[in-house]
């Protein structure tokens, strides 16, 4: 299992302080996925979505930016669109159908309120 599966999972988990450690005590900036998991714990997300969206050269690592982009600005109907479009090609994405519950969870309580 690579750093990304294992941060992804602990995020999966909701070990968020383990992931903020995780991100903390280790490199993980050359990896698209690590620095969009980084961006979903932290406080200015911005910074790390940009320099995620730098290092994304493959087509999945793009989605994935853009999924988590319009997760973190409440852009319901993109991140369908973009989480359907990206789990056709990549069904094993768990990152991606993370991201999905969540805004899914987020979504419902604050029109609930």
Do not use: K, Y
């Not at 070990?15 to 991100?23: N, S, W």
């Not at 979903?40 to 969206?53: D, H, K, Q, S, T």
């Not at 973190?72 to 109907?77: K, T, W």
């Amino acid at each position: 299992m690579n750093d990304d599966t294992f941060l992804v999972q602990r995020l999966v988990a909701g070990d968020l302080d383990g992931v903020r450690a995780e991100l903390a005590g280790s490199s993980h900036e050359d990896s698209t996925i690590s620095l969009v998991t980084a961006a979903l714990v932290a406080a200015e997300p911005g910074p790390l979505l940009v320099r995620a969206a730098c290092l994304a050269l493959a087509t999945r690592d793009r989605q994935l930016v853009a999924i988590a982009t319009a997760h973190l600005e409440g852009d319901s109907d993109l991140l369908d669109v973009l989480v359907r479009d990206h789990l056709v090609d990549h069904p094993d994405s768990l990152l991606a159908a993370w991201i999905a519950t969540q805004h899914t969870v987020r979504h419902r309580t604050d029109h609930q309120e």
